[in-house]
């Protein structure tokens, strides 16, 4: 059994292709893994925007990732210190701790270039 498939190009021209039900299978395959992994994208760079950063010497176990913000940032811990007192890089202080998100480091970057 053949089946059409309706394709809709950026100039508004459409365009019909007749797919084999083996034709079929393999371009719905492929769609299903070209959602798939836009939605593992998506939810990494979700999770990715989540993360947060202090300023201490040890990483906080159990996080998945480095978050010392001078790892983040590839430079030097007093470097770190010095872009969040100067408010060069947005923070929160928490208690006796600094806190900055990833946010607020992607904004430093998109400051300096």
Same mark, same amino acid.
């Given at each position: 059994m053949d089946s059409t498939l309706n394709l809709t190009i950026a100039s508004g021209q459409v365009i019909a292709v007749t797919l084999s039900g083996y034709a079929e299978a393999q371009v719905l395959?492929?769609?299903?893994a070209q959602q798939e992994a836009a939605r593992a994208a998506a939810a990494e760079h979700e999770?990715?925007?989540? =993360?947060?950063?202090?300023?201490?010497e040890?990483?906080?176990?159990? =996080?998945?990732?480095?978050? =010392?913000?001078k790892m983040r940032l590839g430079c030097g811990a007093d470097m770190a210190r010095e872009l969040v007192a100067s408010g060069r890089i947005a923070s929160q202080n928490l208690g006796h701790r600094y806190s900055v998100c990833?946010?607020?480091? =992607?904004d430093f970057y998109k400051r300096v270039r």
């Amino acid at each position: 059994m053949d089946s059409t498939l309706n394709l809709t190009i950026a100039s508004g021209q459409v365009i019909a292709v007749t797919l084999s039900g083996y034709a079929e299978a393999q371009v719905l395959g492929m769609i299903a893994a070209q959602q798939e992994a836009a939605r593992a994208a998506a939810a990494e760079h979700e999770a990715a925007l989540m =993360r947060t950063y202090h300023l201490g010497e040890k990483p906080t176990p159990g =996080r998945g990732y480095d978050d =010392r913000l001078k790892m983040r940032l590839g430079c030097g811990a007093d470097m770190a210190r010095e872009l969040v007192a100067s408010g060069r890089i947005a923070s929160q202080n928490l208690g006796h701790r600094y806190s900055v998100c990833e946010q607020a480091v =992607r904004d430093f970057y998109k400051r300096v270039r």
